[in-house]
């Protein structure tokens, strides 16, 4: 069983950044893939950013590539999100979840992701 716990929402304008991390409990989290999604009020869930296990393959959906960044450490059994430059569009719930463990590549698919966390609230006023 994992245990995500993710922090670092709040309100902020737009231009703005914010930095999100998720603490995952367990000493296997250093051989899953992770990954960060989103799901704004009445819209279905989406990817936003992955990771793969040792952190040296990242991808992004298109409406975030040069803004935000993900990374990991996984001596702090952590995940990051690093959003710049954040547009009212990017106001959402944002979830980290586990993926494929030893993968080598990053998977956009909701249903490869086997744990989540219950999200933190992102809102950008414009």
């Known amino acids: 069983q994992v245990q995500l716990v993710e922090s670092g929402g709040g309100l902020v304008q737009a231009g703005g950044s914010l930095r999100l991390s998720c603490a995952a409990s367990g000493r296997a989290f250093r051989t899953f893939a992770m990954g960060w999604f989103r799901q704004a009020p009445g819209k279905e869930r989406e990817f936003v950013a992955g990771?793969?296990?040792?952190?040296?393959?990242?991808d992004y959906t298109d409406s975030v590539k040069g803004s935000f960044t993900i990374s990991r450490d996984n001596t702090k059994n952590t995940l990051y999100l690093q959003m710049n430059s954040l547009k009212p569009e990017d106001t959402a719930v944002y979830y980290c979840?586990?993926?494929?463990?030893?993968?080598?590549?990053?998977?956009?698919?909701?249903?490869?992701?086997?744990?989540w966390g219950q999200g933190t609230q992102v809102t950008v006023s414009s």
């Open positions: 990771i793969n296990w040792f952190g040296r393959s990242t």
């Open positions: 979840a586990v993926g494929p463990q030893y993968s080598l590549g990053v998977t956009m698919t909701p249903s490869r992701y086997g744990y």
